[in-house]
């Protein structure tokens, strides 16, 4: 079927090369790819909440790029190409950003994040800002993923109300899987994109943390948050990791990405890569999981070792008893959020931590859902790093997770990568470490258990690879590889997302 021949059913499921082929041949173009998504986002996403805001300038900035592939050509392989981005990343267009709280409602960017100018530069139509934790998810003890005040809960698309729909990218993930958007970009600090990657049957990258800089975002903590692409294939991610990419001199942590970063992955969408693979099985991690995603997780084995993968297993991790942590986040976000609302203008009502402490005390009814007993504990610290409790915690986070722990059992065992299931614990290390994670679907657990954050494990679940600092070439060999061989990825059944 070519586009020009029913457009609405081509776009389901649709990949960014076909996307690109179709507009060089003339059969569609960038503005009514943008129409067509947005007349699905109208049609299932009252139910989905999804997206906060619709860039009212997309069909515009979408037709000027048609404009520009006549004229002069194509920027590149996202020229046109409809992307959302979540909502704590800046735009300087008529977008909001927020982090989902209603305190930052009306708050527009002086300027583009890093991130969204990359993207801009490489022709992406930004269609909206995707729907989000609030806070991203780090507001309060037993806020429901995908909840944030401006919106309300996201759902996930297979299963509406039923399943869990991850976070805090849970918007970006949800809309992308009910092909509201070619591909998002999320935000991570640990598991923010691979748990809603996995619960939608996407594809969800990780980057290496200082491979894309974090300028212009809302941040949680400078030492682990990053902004990652997800997307329904790994060649549409690999090929919007490959725009993001940069050293800013506004983000000191990309000038290590020197040498390391490159603006092109898809030369890694190898799959004979497996046949030389050697990859890790950390068992620990595993001794949790419900019979169903267990049983996922070692067909997953069973295919990499068919596909010529050599399976190291059981690997352990010197860390893997660690009591972790968690309170880097708690003095990291204090400073890191001041320094980004000082500067806002005073038409803004928040400038401080503390003023969105009071702001949602003074509309408690709206904004208090959940409490904010995590903005609390942030704000009770200094906000200047200085506490020798901080630089102990940061200390022990990066070598228990690093030395003792990755890095170990990858040099113990000469492996390329450690294989996990979705966004268990794995991904929380590799949070911690800095280092890069990708997951790609790996099946669906038809059955589940209740979890400690109180959902229910079934539905979809992704296969998670985990690797080294900049090890985002051989990830993506490896998940391409096991994508190719397994294709599990469908699509969602929507018809249960209409009517509202």
């Not at 902004?227 to 000191?252: F, H, K, Q, S, W």
């Not at 102990?392 to 299931?421: C, P, T, V, Y």
Request: hydrophobic fraction near 40%.
């Amino acid at each position: 079927m070519k586009p020009n021949e029913n457009i609405e059913q081509w776009i389901v499921e649709a990949d960014i090369r076909s996307m690109q082929a179709a507009m060089e041949a003339g059969e569609t173009s960038s503005e009514e790819l943008v129409r067509v998504y947005l007349k699905r986002i109208g049609r299932y996403d009252g139910k989905l909440r999804s997206i906060i805001e619709i860039n009212p300038e997309a069909i515009s900035i979408a037709r000027a790029l048609d404009d520009e592939r006549y004229d002069t050509g194509i920027r590149g392989p996202l020229h046109g190409i409809p992307l959302l981005l979540k909502d704590n990343i800046d735009t300087c267009d008529a977008l909001h950003t927020s982090a989902g709280t209603l305190a930052l409602a009306e708050h527009t960017a002086a300027h583009d994040s890093f991130v969204a100018a990359q993207l801009r530069r490489a022709g992406a139509v930004f269609l909206g800002k995707a729907n989000m934790t609030e806070w991203a998810n780090f507001m309060a003890d037993g806020m429901w993923s995908g909840y944030s005040t401006r919106r309300g809960l996201c759902l996930n698309p297979y299963g509406p109300g039923e399943l869990f729909v991850g976070g805090s990218s849970s918007g970006s993930g949800a809309a992308v899987a009910a092909n509201l958007a070619a591909a998002a970009i999320g935000t991570e600090t640990s598991g923010s994109i691979i748990s809603p990657a996995s619960q939608n049957m996407l594809v969800g990258i990780k980057p290496t943390v200082g491979l894309v800089s974090r300028s212009g975002i809302i941040p949680i903590t400078h030492t682990q948050d990053t902004a990652g692409p997800m997307a329904r294939t790994v060649t549409d991610a690999a090929i919007v990791l490959g725009a993001m990419t940069g050293v800013d001199e506004r983000d000191e942590a990309t000038l290590a990405s020197e040498g390391h970063r490159l603006t092109d992955y898809t030369p890694f969408l190898d799959a004979s890569f497996l046949k030389q693979a050697r990859i890790g099985i950390p068992r620990f991690y595993y001794k949790g999981l419900d019979p169903d995603r267990l049983h996922i997780l070692e067909d997953a084995i069973e295919v990499l070792r068919r596909e010529g993968a050599t399976i190291v297993d059981p690997v352990e991790l010197p860390c893997q008893d660690t009591n972790w942590n968690w309170s880097v986040m708690h003095y990291e976000f204090k400073k890191g959020v001041n320094d980004y609302l000082a500067p806002l203008p005073a038409s803004i009502p928040v400038h401080t931590l503390a003023e969105v402490i009071d702001y949602n005390k003074e509309h408690a009814e709206r904004c208090l859902k959940y409490g904010q007993n995590v903005l609390e504990a942030s704000e009770a610290t200094s906000g200047m790093l200085t506490e020798p409790e901080y630089a102990e915690a940061l200390r022990l986070n990066r070598e228990m997770s690093r030395e003792r722990g990755i890095d170990a059992a990858l040099k113990q065992h000469n492996l390329d990568a450690l294989l996990f299931l979705g966004c268990e614990e794995g991904d929380d290390i590799a949070a911690r470490a800095g280092y890069p994670v990708i997951t790609v679907p790996g099946g669906y657990a038809q059955n589940g258990v209740v979890a400690p954050g109180g959902y229910i494990t079934k539905g979809p679940v992704g296969i998670t690879f985990i690797g080294t600092a900049y090890s985002e070439p051989v990830l993506i060999k490896l998940a391409y590889g096991y994508e190719q061989a397994t294709k599990h990825r469908v699509s969602p059944e929507m018809s249960r997302l209409e009517g509202e």
